[in-house]
């Protein structure tokens, strides 16, 4: 592969055309919603929720019949969804039974999607996605692998919700991932996202680069700066400019540094402040990994540096817009918001795609999905994407998120959007002291 990531990520030519499932009804029915106008700037709550039971029986389906293991037809079965082990569903299932087919997140690590997929093949197209395996008291890093097909639809419906976010769809400007290009090659929110904005036509280029290091050092430690990427990004007058970051990354570059540390990188890259022009928008992402514990939110750390990346081209530029973005291994779309200011102590906001369906869950000893959610309250997030066509991915993370008002547009820094679904704010991991079992999935 070749091109700006210089032969890592996510192949350009995804191929589904190799696939024994691109002609199954459920991905053709998938892709016909994917290909027509963008359904999270149109849809009610309502819409939404007739939307998602349309699904519910095709996707169930699916995966009855394309289990060459019995695997789901076992599952199905033990889980009280069908009337038999031959798959034939029952009769008036909701939404909410999906919570029977829950995957805790821990489930994951090692091999332990493996038995999940459908049509396993050890050269089957796709590619293997790992968390960053910072998790205390687990074995190794959620380890999960995505087919060509799945990824083809990840590419629409993750554009889908950018172009939500953005108000428009993005098909120009230049883009810099304050990462390293390798990251594309096991990172899902690196990978997924760079491959949008590259099929979109954007420039695509990346602010680090992977040392050399001790043989036994991971990539994490030897990650460091790309001074030249950097530098011909922010000397770059292109009027639209996307700052794609992490929490970390920026507290790096901004606001760790001190005293000639500080004056040298400053002197080096001829930043800050980083201008990027008018339509600029700062991209962050994932969440509060190895950030002080003195930083208990991404804002925190936007108000120390929002005033240093602008949108403009001088210095009466205003501070840039900002996309929120948490990207999960274990799920093949963002969670995505898009802050009213925020400088402000308001919690940011998380919204979905149309097609995960999401519940928030009473407590680690109760997990039944809650109807009305109060907004304001602390609950257990489970979701259901239903585009993952791999596996079952009904995922409790382990995350307690609390429920935003239920409204049906909000106002953003960059104008005001349709809601398709509640939203929510994230808040904390569970803990095991709390009553929430490490390996409660579906086995």
């Known amino acids: 592969m070749t091109g700006p990531f210089a032969g890592h990520g996510i192949p350009t030519n995804l191929n589904i055309q190799k696939s024994k499932l691109k002609d199954d009804s459920y991905f053709k029915l998938l892709n016909k919603v994917l290909d027509g106008d963008n359904i999270l700037n149109n849809y009610s709550f309502n819409d939404t929720k007739k939307f998602q039971e349309k699904l519910l029986y095709p996707y169930l389906e699916f995966f009855i019949r394309n289990d060459n293991n019995d695997y789901y037809k076992n599952l199905f079965f033990n889980r009280g969804l069908t009337k038999n082990q031959k798959g034939d569903l029952k009769q008036n299932l909701k939404l909410s039974d999906l919570i029977k087919l829950r995957v805790h997140s821990d489930d994951l690590r090692g091999e332990g999607q493996k038995q999940r997929l459908i049509n396993y093949n050890e050269n ?9 395996g910072t998790t205390i008291g687990t074995n190794g890093p959620v380890n999960v692998f995505r087919s060509n097909l799945t990824l083809s639809l990840a590419r629409k419906s993750n554009g ?10 993005i098909d120009k400007g230049d883009c810099l991932f304050h990462m390293a290009p390798e990251m594309t090659d096991f990172l899902a929110f690196a990978a997924i996202g760079s491959d949008f904005l590259r099929d979109r036509g954007l420039g695509v280029s990346f602010g680090a680069k992977v040392n050399s290091g001790p043989p036994d050092s991971t990539i994490w430690q030897r990650i460091g700066p790309d001074i030249k990427e950097m530098r011909k990004f922010f000397k770059n007058k292109n009027s639209t400019k996307y700052f794609i970051a992490s929490g970390v990354g920026l507290y790096k570059m901004f606001i760790e540094p001190k005293g000639l540390k500080k004056f040298a990188m400053n002197f080096i890259l001829g930043a800050p402040p980083i201008y990027l022009g008018d339509n600029g928008v700062l991209m962050i992402g994932g969440g509060l990994k190895r950030l002080p514990s003195e930083i208990t939110s991404l804002s925190q750390v936007v108000s120390e540096t929002g005033e240093k990346i602008l949108a403009g081209n001088n210095k009466n530029a205003n501070p840039a817009p900002i996309i929120d973005m948490l990207g999960l291994t274990e799920s093949i779309n963002v969670f995505i918001g898009t802050p009213t200011d925020p400088f402000s102590k308001d919690p940011w906001i998380k919204y979905l795609h149309p097609m995960t369906y999401v519940a928030l869950l009473k407590s680690p000893n109760d997990l039944s999905p809650v109807e009305n959610p109060v907004p304001g309250e602390e609950y257990l997030l489970f979701y259901v994407n239903l585009m993952t066509l791999d596996f079952i991915e009904a995922i409790v993370p382990g995350d307690f998120v609390i429920s935003a008002e239920k409204n049906d547009s909000i106002q953003t820094a960059l104008g005001s959007r ?6 929510f704010i994230y808040s904390r991991r569970a803990e095991q002291n709390e009553g929430f079992k490490i390996r409660e999935g579906c086995g």
């Not at 089957?124 to 960053?132: K, L, P």
Request: hydrophobic share 40%.
């Open 124 to 132: 089957a197209d796709g590619m293997n996605f790992m968390s960053s």
């Open 160 to 169: 889908n919700l950018i172009d939500w976010s953005m108000g428009k769809k």
């Open 418 to 423: 349709n809601v398709a679904q509640q939203g």
